[in-house]
């Protein structure tokens, strides 16, 4: 992904297949932003409560044993 970091805005996203073969490519070829505006942006990304981060591993669960353990 890559992104403008003054605005947020998304420029190009490549899909790669695990050949590292581009799958899928949005990119934007041309953005003019309204300059008279007084758009402020926040400095903090605010997911939506479902948001998951794709990005790290899954915790792993407890085996059934170790959680028979606990309860003893």
Known sequence: ????????VLLKLEETNDKNEVTNLIEVSSIEFNKKGN??????????ADYK????????KQSMKSEKEDQN
Request: glycine residues 4%; proline residues 12%.
């Open 1 to 8: 992904m890559w992104i403008d970091a003054e605005t947020g």
């Open 39 to 48: 758009l402020s942006l926040s400095n903090k990304f605010n997911p939506p």
């Open 53 to 60: 981060d794709l990005t790290k591993k899954p915790e792993r």
